[in-house]
């Protein structure tokens, strides 16, 4: 499932192949995916345009296309293909045909995420509640969103109103590496304890874009690779047990994380 590190990716990959491109025509192969606009409008509102800039926020990706943005969300499945010949992708929902003869399909297997276009990425974080990326995030105000939060450290950081893009995986990798419980009251935390699990998240974050984008795998310590119940423990050699946290399957060492 694309957290924030595989979307940083996705806006790169946008970057690198489809910008500056006049959009020649876009085709809806599956409504499904659109949001709340209807499938002529979104046709109407990019056709002519081109595309000029990436930004992403969180787990979400916004394109500039003149006047309109489009917004992908990747949800379970999203992903992104640019390709010359015209033999789309199988699981392409939308495609833009540009001028230069290419195509850029967002494929969706599972239909899970989403295609729209906003007016304006700012509101649409707004309107949605997103809290700050992490990558844009400092310390003093990382304090304060935890500040007057309740509730499990893990489900803090998994709340998208409180910082936006982090996941299951992250923030597991993130507690682990911090040896912080994930069930640990957040308010419970030392100062020292979040300034430290907050520049861990950051550095994992940065090394995992780093590692994907030139293929790759995770760091052998990493918790990512002993995601699995009674696994030993690549730090300590304690025993990966197996919970649930804010709903989702949970991995932690029972004997260095506290
Ligand atoms: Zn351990």
Redesign the pocket.
Known sequence: MPELPEVELYGRYFTRHALGQRIARVRVLDERILGAVRKDAFARMLRGHAFTGVRRHGKHLFVDAGGVWLHLHFGMSGDLSYYALDSPPRFARVIFDFDNGAHLAFEDMRLFGVADTVPDPDAFIAQHALGPDPLSLRLPEFRRLLANRRGAVKSTLMSQDVIAGIGNLYADETLFQTSIAPRRPVDRLSSSEVATMFATMRKILLTVIDLKEHDRDYPPRYLIHHREEGAR?P????TIGKSVVFGRTTYS?A???M
């Open positions: 423990c730090r300590c050699g304690g060492c004997r260095h994380q």
